[in-house]
């Protein structure tokens, strides 16, 4: 009678131990709290300073830590992002080209437009300076001097945020460039740089990509701090509405999670350990009008 008790005792307690097994999750990975989201994939499209800065290397992690989505990201220029959008191809977008912008939330296919942050652009080119920028008073005149020397510029010329302000800076300056002297590289800001230090050339950056790969550059800042130069970037959703299979639950939480305290403090920090500085400002609940330069 009792050997039959422990037998079946033991029996019961073999069970248990395979139920518990059966329940664990292999590789020891850590499930975030809560239940997981029953659509995990969201797609970013970005411009490619986000993802060069290192700034996505940080962002992305923690989010998907917190929620349990997976982010998959697409950097290209902000042009081509802003593409993505207007035909369903993404779920979310984090973009610097705000007149490029408020077309596509206007068109009702951008939602949920917050402003997240900011950094500025800067014109760089070999420390000889062959233009002579570094006396220049604004963008615009550094931009006459280098076409009048007919000295080398690489232009991103991918429609991408750096290069409509780029080409804001040239129609400001009454100058249509072209030539051999005028390069477009059709490529993203690392790459763009890696060019015009090669060359010898100037070129347009936004500050962090720049500073984020500086040590491999023969390159240098000649002209900042001007107003112009000012390089804003929002966060939006893209209507589910429009796009039925657009992710609308995971969008939400990435743009919520970039204008979080938490998401603003990341953005805040990123880069003071390495530069000294910030690369980016967090600007969650401020208007573009509030927002002076980064110097």
């Known amino acids: 009678m009792f050997k039959r008790a422990a037998i079946f005792a033991t029996g019961i307690f073999l069970v248990l131990v395979l139920l518990g097994g059966c329940g664990s999750r292999s590789g020891g990975e850590q499930k975030p709290a809560g239940k997981r989201p029953a659509k995990q994939d969201v797609i970013l499209a970005t411009t490619t300073s986000t993802q060069d800065s290192g700034l996505l290397d940080v962002l992305v992690p923690e989010f998907e830590k917190r929620t349990g989505y997976r982010i998959k990201v697409i950097a290209v220029g ?122 010898g050339g100037y070129t347009l950056s936004d500050r962090a990509t720049y500073l984020a790969n500086q040590k491999h550059l023969k390159l240098k800042i000649l002209l900042e701090g001007d107003k112009s130069l000012l390089n804003i970037y929002h966060v939006m959703q893209v209507n589910p509405d429009k796009f039925a299979k657009v992710n609308a639950a995971g969008a939400k939480a990435f743009v919520d999670f970039l204008v979080s305290p938490e998401g603003q403090q990341i953005i805040g920090s990123f880069g003071v350990d390495k530069y000294g500085q910030p690369l980016f400002f967090p600007d969650a609940g401020k208007k573009e009008e509030e927002l002076g330069g980064t110097r």
């Open 78 to 199: 902000t042009g081509q992002a802003l593409e993505m959008g207007k035909r369903g191809e993404a779920d979310v977008l984090l973009v610097h080209s705000p007149q490029a912008e408020r077309e596509l939330v206007d068109s009702g296919v951008g939602i949920n437009y917050r402003l997240v942050m900011h950094n500025d652009f800067v014109l760089v080119g070999p420390e000889n300076d062959p233009a002579g920028v570094k006396a220049a008073k604004s963008a615009a005149e550094a931009f006459k001097k280098i076409a009048a020397t007919q000295s080398t510029f690489v232009s991103r010329g991918d429609e991408s945020g750096t290069h409509k302000k780029e080409k804001e800076i040239w129609q400001e300056a009454g100058i249509a460039p072209g030539g051999r002297w005028y390069q477009e590289a059709g490529t993203g800001m690392g790459n763009t740089l890696n060019i015009a230090s090669e060359k």
